[in-house]
């Protein structure tokens, strides 16, 4: 499996099929048994998740429940014990960015699905990481958020390059916000899907054996 | 057949009422007979075992803390071999009588290598103050690793990898993640583990003896007045034995509260 840098992938696959045990392996919360992980042609599976600068947003959205929004998304600058000005000025750009500024003094358990998400957001990017790994964050969010969400998620995208791998199980997202979809079926990765073969992966039919 | 009672409502409600009445009875003579026969020198006499119980039992707390936390962690976040077994190993003492672990702890200190050290350094375990803070900690560890344990299991462990993979260290992980969602059950442990280290006897008459205004805590001053026959002075320092009880079990319901609480307030972890 490669991701293009700036390239957003999309991840298909049933229910149990290992789509969030491989994102979980590439960040770093497994060790792998066998095969590598190269971010940006550098092996990164010998090193412990803090070391690897892969932003990592799973369905809940992970937050810290005892803190509170700006404590969440300051949380990884703090770690690294930067400049202080710094820290502050990029914690304010990015609660500006995403529309989070009002929330910033709320407890995280307070806020609704879109809300948590877009913090998870802002608290992974706040870091300039190299890839971000998204494990179904629009499932929890209702359809006016789940709009906005996506429209965010391709306008962060298209303005920072980022590298994306997106798991999802909406075949509108795959559609809309997807570069390059892949699936994950009985253990094994087909690379890219042809969009008309999309439909087949929900009857849980087997999908050609060419490529697109 | 509107107020006819059930046969097993009946039972239930005696068997309730039995459990109230037995359990609550005996306590509270204790405390109206502490209360009818107080004598201001009775209290003086409590004095200096207060004390002792007091500083014995929050060393003996701080040293069962300092060990059961790491411990507690390494047996819930690291994988090595022989781990559930070396779990169950750490509860044996719990299912030992507090005399048989005192009177291991008394072989130990008395014939072992490391006693025999410990003494040719100066360092008196029998018959000391130190026996006793050793005796305290020796039963309560398993207790407290326990509770922790339990705290550790209970815990988010997806928090503290979401920490790892913002940049936070293993150790940046455990203080600002682990931590604070522990902090409800490390204050009840800390708190059930200083009322047991006050209450203990067994492994401190063992260890440490029974010797006047030396190794005299509480519950060894009730043994000491009864076996002199000044049953006033007994009841007046157990009576304490249990004031220290219920408030600490208040507390205990407190804060148990007060964790269960916690998740839905704006606490924060730079400010508090």
Redesign the interface.
Known sequence: MNIEPGEYMILLGANGSGKTLLLDGIAGRYPLETGSVLVNNSPVQGLPPEGRRIGYIPQNSGLFSRMSVGENISFGLRMKRGDKRDMTLRETEWMERLDLTYLKERNVLTLSGGERQRVALARALVLNPRLLLLDEPLSAVDPAGRNRLMELLHELHREMGLSVLHVTHDLRVAETLGQRIAVLEAGRMRNRVCHQELSKVYRGESLSAQAC | MKGRVNPFSWFVGSALGFMALFLLLPIGMLLARALGSYMPHTLVQVKEPLILSIWTALASTGLCVLLALPGAYGLTRFSFPGREVLRGLLQIPMSLPHLVSGMALLIFFAQSPVGVLLRKMGITVLFSPLGVVIAQFFVNLPYMLNMLLAGLSQG?Q??E??????????F?SFW??VL??LRPHLYSALLVCWSRAMGEFGAVIMLAGIVREKTETLPVAVYMNMAAGDLDGAILTASILVLISVSTMILFHLLKKRGNN?????????TS
């Open positions: 988010d997806q928090e990898f979401m920490a790892r993979s913002l940049g936070a260290s293993q940046q600002y993640i604070p969602n916690g998740r839905n307030t704006n606490a924060s972890m730079y």
